[in-house]
T-cell receptor, first 112, second 112 residues
Framework: AQSVTQLGSHVSVSEGALVLLRCNYS??????LFWYVQYPNQGLQLLLK??????LVKGINGFEAEFKKSETSFHLTKPSAHMSDAAEYFC??????????FGAGTRLFVKA | EAQVTQNPRYLITVTGKKLTVTCSQN?????MSWYRQDPGLGLRQIYY???????DKGDVPEGYKVSRKEKRNFPLILESPSPNQTSLYFC???????????FGPGTRLTVT
């Protein structure tokens, strides 16, 4: 059975600091991996996705994620946080047939 | 504008009164899905559909029904709502084999 674990329900960084949001998954077959972002009172929007073409995936707003099969991880990073990055971030796993599991989410706070 | 729409956006109802939340997408996507979002639990998939007349259960289908009679529409039906179905509901659609999801704005449901 699939599962997704996001370490840390809340992460706080200073503006300009590195952002690292952790995601580990379990899957019996190669998965489709995603990061979504949710701004307050809005729906979710896609940040980036991994679909086996490359292990380092670049997304919107300067975010990127690295797929590490040996660690079953798909951590999200951004070199320099901006105040506008404050939001909740969700890691998700989909498999053939569209069954999808989301992590519990990590809320990112950015301090001035 | 390419989008997923949901109606209503807000709904307060009483236990046992049947209700339907509509979802429509104008992107000709094959896949559609319903999720509920609860604090600390992330998004949990209720039902999903891979095409017209093809639906399957997600992780939390109890108390919900869906139908997919047209490609663009995927309504969520609560035959006899209960207070534990108070939640924020999202509809999403996805192109076939992509699995990247486009989300609607959400429907906040309160059952008293």
């Amino acid at each position: 059975a699939q599962s997704v674990t996001q370490l840390g329900s809340h992460v706080s960084v200073s503006e300009g600091a590195l952002v690292l949001l952790r995601c580990n998954y379990s899957s019996s077959v190669p998965p489709y991996l995603f990061w979504y972002v949710q701004y307050p009172n809005q729906g979710l929007q896609l940040l980036l996705k991994y679909t086996s073409a490359a292990t380092l995936v670049k997304g919107i707003n300067g975010f990127e994620a690295e797929f590490k099969k040996s660690e079953t991880s798909f951590h999200l990073t951004k070199p320099s946080a901006h105040m506008s990055d404050a939001a909740e971030y969700f890691c998700a796993v989909s498999q053939a047939g569209f069954k999808t599991i989301f992590g519990a989410g990590t809320r990112l706070f950015v301090k001035a | 504008e390419a989008q997923v729409t949901q109606n209503p956006r807000y709904l307060i109802t009483v236990t046992g009164k049947k209700l339907t939340v509509t979802c429509s997408q104008n992107m000709n996507h094959e896949y559609m899905s319903w999720y509920r979002q609860d604090p600390g639990l992330g998004l949990r998939q209720i039902y999903y559909s891979m095409n017209v007349e093809v639906t399957d259960k997600g992780d939390v289908p109890e108390g919900y029904k869906v139908s997919r009679k047209e490609k663009r529409n995927f309504p969520l039906i609560l035959e006899s709502p209960s207070p534990n179905q108070t939640s924020l509901y999202f509809c999403a659609s996805s192109p076939e084999l992509s699995y990247e999801q486009y989300f609607g704005p959400g429907t906040r449901l309160t059952v008293t």
